[in-house]
Nanobody, 123 residues
Framework: VQLQAFGGGLVQAGDSLRLSCAPS????????IGWFRQAPGKEREFVAA???????YYSDSVKGRFTISRDNANYTVYLQMNSLKPDDTAVYYC??????????????????WGQGTEVTVSS
């Protein structure tokens, strides 16, 4: 059982990209889902999350540029990324949040990680 992220690619600074996070093996219709990213040589960092009830959370670095949303019909969570910057270059992962609200930015409180999708933003 995993959450698979896909939709990455090579884009130019200022472009937009939409990532998708889809489940395999089970549905996650009532679970919070988060997006994280890991750039080369850096630790994995929180990007955005959407909890039950539709509440959304963003890192300061993407707030106003990225939007997390959910399509309940196909259990897919999206990350719409606009005004991309070279600093957004990373492998993006999605996972299920299994903890309280206070831990929404803590990657140790997530599970069902998939393989991730690579996003490269050229200047």
């Amino acid at each position: 059982v995993q959450l698979q992220a896909f939709g990455g690619g090579l884009v130019q600074a200022g472009d937009s990209l939409r990532l998708s996070c889809a489940p395999s093996g089970r549905t996650f219709s009532n679970d919070g889902i988060g997006w994280f990213r890991q750039a080369p040589g850096k630790e994995r960092e929180f990007v955005a999350a959407r909890r039950k009830g539709g509440f959304t959370y963003y890192s300061d670095s993407v707030k106003g540029r990225f939007t997390i949303s959910r399509d309940n019909a196909n259990y897919t969570v999206y990350l719409q990324m606009n005004s991309l910057k070279p600093d957004d270059t990373a492998v993006y992962y999605c996972a299920r949040h299994r903890g309280p609200l206070s831990t929404v930015r803590d990657d140790t409180m997530y599970d069902y990680w998939g393989q991730g999708t690579e996003v490269t933003v050229s200047s």
